[in-house]
């Protein structure tokens, strides 16, 4: 998101992919217009150290908002703040309204998560990590299950092909792999494996089923180094069990030993 071509980009969207990326940004809502205003109530615009998503309107009111977004930013603030403007003459600005702005900061998650698989555990995943700071891209093939109860608010992204989805990561997300089918999981454990900017990843199952896929990406070419990053099984060890949530418990208090501070 860049200030040449950011009032192009839609706010709602700018949202969902500086979340995924990581990036402190801050939500700017025109909340309330008296008079004669650039814009109407309920505009929005996104704000970054170094750009901007959609607009308020333009103007000495725009630069100002944009400059006191970026204050919020470099000082770490955590709280939403009120703050009204008379539209006059020493803002460059004829319209004599008001306007009442809102500043959301809306600082990185400590944790970023790609999940591939909405199964029994994917699902159980989910609903645990519900209410903790951590962002989910959920990945998943089966359209159906678009038409099944999903936990939570976490939105499940259907695509044709997820091994190509890997591409598009962000770096420095944690990713777990637990598909429906294992071809499905070796396919995109072998293109995880092509990238060195991951956080970490993990894969669903057992030792044996780690040694055949090992031995496959040996044979592949894939160097050992980049197959000791793979973690398989999954979950904090001595929490046990089979159960599809007893899993979910230790690879969520996995995930959670895991995130930044």
């Keep these: 998101m860049h200030d040449r071509d950011s009032k192009q980009a839609d706010w709602r969207q700018a949202l969902i992919d ?11 809502t025109l909340v309330a217009a008296q008079g004669s205003t650039p814009r109407a109530a309920g505009t929005k615009m996104v704000v970054t150290a170094d750009g901007q998503a959609d607009t308020i309107g333009g103007g000495t009111l725009e630069h100002q908002a944009i400059d006191r977004a970026r204050r919020l930013l470099a000082e770490g603030a955590a709280e939403p703040i009120l703050e009204k403007q008379i539209l006059g003459i020493e803002q460059d600005q004829c319209c004599g309204g008001a306007t009442t702005l809102l500043f959301e900061p809306l600082m990185v998650p400590t944790l970023r998560l790609a999940l591939f698989g909405a199964g029994h555990v994917g699902r159980a995943l989910v609903r645990l990590l519900e209410g903790t700071d951590t962002y989910v891209l959920w990945i998943d093939e089966r359209p159906e299950l678009l ?10 992204r259907i695509v044709t092909d997820p091994a190509a989805e890997v591409a598009a990561l962000p770096a420095g997300m944690h990713v777990r792999v637990m598909t429906h089918s294992h071809s499905r999981d070796f396919e995109i454990i072998d293109a995880l494996l092509a990238r060195d900017d991951l956080a970490s990843i993990g894969l669903i199952g057992s030792k044996s089923k780690w040694a055949n896929f090992r031995s496959r990406l040996r044979r592949m070419g894939v160097p050992d180094d980049a197959l000791e990053a793979v973690i398989c099984p999954i979950g904090l060890p001595g929490v046990g069990g089979k159960r599809p949530a007893e899993i979910a418990i230790s690879v969520a208090a996995e995930l959670l030993s895991l995130r930044s501070s």
């Design 18 to 28: 500086l979340e995924a990326q990581g990036i402190p940004h801050v939500l700017v």
């Design 147 to 156: 038409n099944e109860p999903l936990p939570g608010r976490t939105p499940l």
